[in-house]
């Protein structure tokens, strides 16, 4: 969800031949770089989406989706920019909504707001927490999907030292 150029779509579809893997953003221009390295590459289990994370659950069925991964989604702090916020109450709703009954959500970012927040709102509505983790670097526990694939926008944040947080949660409602 909110791709940019899709490293996570093509690492992950690389390790796992057998499953497909769908990068979406808003931005065409940003994945542009992810579908020519999946056209170069012959990948047949690869594909874009330019659309809207809101419309999530108009492109996929219930129960078609066994895994998301949001890799460093803007953590629109101002109170106004919530329902922007990639992992807020309505977001999770639709995630679910589209999800297996094993599925889960992976979230990477460099925000301590945003890796507060949706711990927060993963407690206090009951979700189940399956990994988190406040420095991935620094945690021999931090899985090789989690520290074998760096985006843009981690690339740079590291540059400037800055932590990488990460949670995988599966929701309950
Ligand atoms: C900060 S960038 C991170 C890109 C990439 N995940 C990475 O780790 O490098 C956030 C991305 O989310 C996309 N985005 C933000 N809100 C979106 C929305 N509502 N629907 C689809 N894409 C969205 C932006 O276009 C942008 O590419």
Not at 52 to 74: G, K, M
Request: proline letters at 3%; charged letters at 25%.
């Amino acid at each position: 969800m909110g791709c940019g150029k899709g490293e996570y779509t093509i690492a992950l579809a690389e390790k796992n031949p057998d499953k497909n893997f769908i990068g979406i953003d808003i931005k065409g221009a940003r994945f542009w770089r992810g579908a020519k390295t999946a056209l170069e590459n012959d990948m047949n289990n690869v594909a874009f989406i330019r659309t809207q994370i809101e419309l999530v659950d108009y492109i996929f069925a219930e129960n078609e989706v066994s895994e998301i991964w949001i890799t460093f989604p803007d953590p629109q702090i101002k109170y106004k920019r919530t329902k922007h916020r990639m992992t807020n109450s309505e977001f999770l709703k639709k995630y679910h909504g589209i999800l297996n009954s094993e599925g889960v959500v992976n979230l990477k970012t460099d925000s301590e707001f945003m890796h507060g927040y949706t711990l927060g709102l993963l407690h206090g509505e009951g979700h189940e927490i399956l990994h988190a983790n406040h420095d991935v670097y620094k945690n021999v526990y931090s899985p090789e999907e989690v520290t074998g694939t760096q985006t843009f926008y981690e690339k740079q944040y590291l540059e400037i030292g800055k932590p990488i947080t990460y949670i995988k949660f599966k929701l309950n409602y």
